[in-house]
């Protein structure tokens, strides 16, 4: 399984922006794999940050973004999408995308499979 992370760059304060992660690969399918985003800002240990449950219809979130983001998937495409909406100069990080077969393994940051990561740099 492949991930492929897109849609970073600089925002100010409040300011929004949607992070884009495509998957690929022989074994994946959207429906026997969860997907979701973590992030590592500079100096600190990589973060969960929301997962959706294989197939969608479920989603879980850290209590730092409840309410701000929202996590969504394309089931047809193998896609999935993070809205960040009301950004916080706290939410810089590069952010990473994930993908695994137990939903669990995403929000304790050792999924199976990690994209490469896209900065997101918010400006107060």
């Known amino acids: 399984v492949q991930l492929q992370a897109s849609g970073g760059g600089l925002v100010q304060a409040g300011g929004s922006l949607r992070l884009s992660c495509a998957a690929s690969g022989r074994t994946f399918s959207s429906y026997t794999y969860a997907m979701g985003w973590s992030r590592q800002a500079p100096g600190k240990e990589r973060e969960f940050v929301a997962v959706?449950?294989?197939?969608?219809?479920?989603?879980y979130y850290a209590d730092s973004v409840k309410g701000r983001f929202t996590i969504t998937r394309d089931n047809a495409k193998n896609m999935v999408y993070l809205q960040m909406d009301s950004l916080k100069p706290e939410d810089t990080a590069v952010y990473y995308c994930a993908a695994d077969q137990v939903q669990h393994n995403i929000v304790v940051v050792t999924p199976d499979c990690w994209g490469q990561g896209t900065l997101v740099t918010v400006s107060s």
């Open positions: 959706i449950k294989r197939g969608g219809g479920s989603e």
